[in-house]
């Protein structure tokens, strides 16, 4: 059974800070990976999503991928208050039909002013 | 427009009794999911429909049921309700029924079993 986990449970970080978030897996057969957000009260969100080894930038995000450690990590720059919200990071098993999302419990970031 | 709209945004409902949640999507999507989340836990599926054809998690197989009358609509059906369903329940949807596709998700339904 797929086992995902995140670190921090929770960050305060000041605006323009650099924010990394961290997320575990326990399947090396995991295909992809995730990291969604969700502001309060409204519906998750996907951000981004790697398949292979490295980095992908989008924007002030970035997602690393490591599958060897089972680590994939996401990295904000210049954080903003709007980026104040639950990040949760997500693992697409291998096989099978549908995409089946395994998530990480959250990790609740507050940037501030 | 990526919407995926759930009904009611708050349910009440008491022990023992049959609750059903509305999901919707107009994207033409191919695949609907459901997941549970409770507070400080990580969102659990139960169940989704790929096309016409339900896939239940084992481990939640016997306590959810679900319909998807068309590729617009599905429902998630608990026959009778207990406390331990109180939760977030959040309807996603998927264009195609593969690991790499991005799943969209409504608002949820906040359920409080009594």
């Known amino acids: 059974q797929q086992n995902v986990q995140q670190s921090p449970e929770s960050l305060i970080v000041p605006e323009g800070a650099r924010t990394s978030l961290n997320c575990t897996f326990s399947?090396?057969?995991?295909?992809y990976f995730w990291w969604y957000r969700q502001h309060s009260g409204k519906a998750p969100k996907a951000l981004m999503?790697?398949?292979?080894?490295g980095e992908k930038e989008e924007g002030r995000f970035t997602i690393h991928l490591n599958k060897a450690s089972l680590h994939f990590s996401l990295h904000i720059r210049d954080s903003q208050p709007s980026d104040s919200a639950l990040y949760l990071c997500?693992?697409?098993?291998?096989?099978?039909?549908?995409?089946?999302?395994?998530f990480g419990t959250g990790t609740l970031l507050s940037v501030k002013p | 427009d990526t919407t995926v709209k759930q009904n009611p945004r708050y349910k009440l409902a008491r022990v023992g009794k049959p609750v059903n949640l509305i999901c919707s999507q107009t994207?033409?999507?191919?695949?609907m999911y459901w997941y549970q989340k409770k507070p400080n836990q990580a969102p659990k599926l139960l169940l989704f429909?790929?096309?016409?054809?339900?896939?239940r998690e084992a481990d939640t197989f016997e306590k959810f049921q679900s319909s998807r009358p068309n590729n617009s609509f599905c429902s998630l059906y608990i026959g009778s309700a207990g406390l331990e369903y109180s939760a977030m329940y959040l309807c996603?949807?998927?264009?195609?029924?593969?690991?790499?596709?991005?799943?969209?998700f409504g608002s949820g339904t906040r359920l409080t079993v009594l």
């Open positions: 996603a949807s998927s264009r195609l029924g593969s690991s790499a596709e991005t799943l969209y």
């Open positions: 429909y790929y096309d016409k054809i339900l896939n």
């Open positions: 997500a693992v697409s098993p291998y096989g099978g039909s549908g995409n089946k999302l395994i």
């Open positions: 399947d090396s057969a995991s295909q």
């Open positions: 994207m033409n999507h191919d695949t």
């Open positions: 999503s790697i398949f292979s080894n």
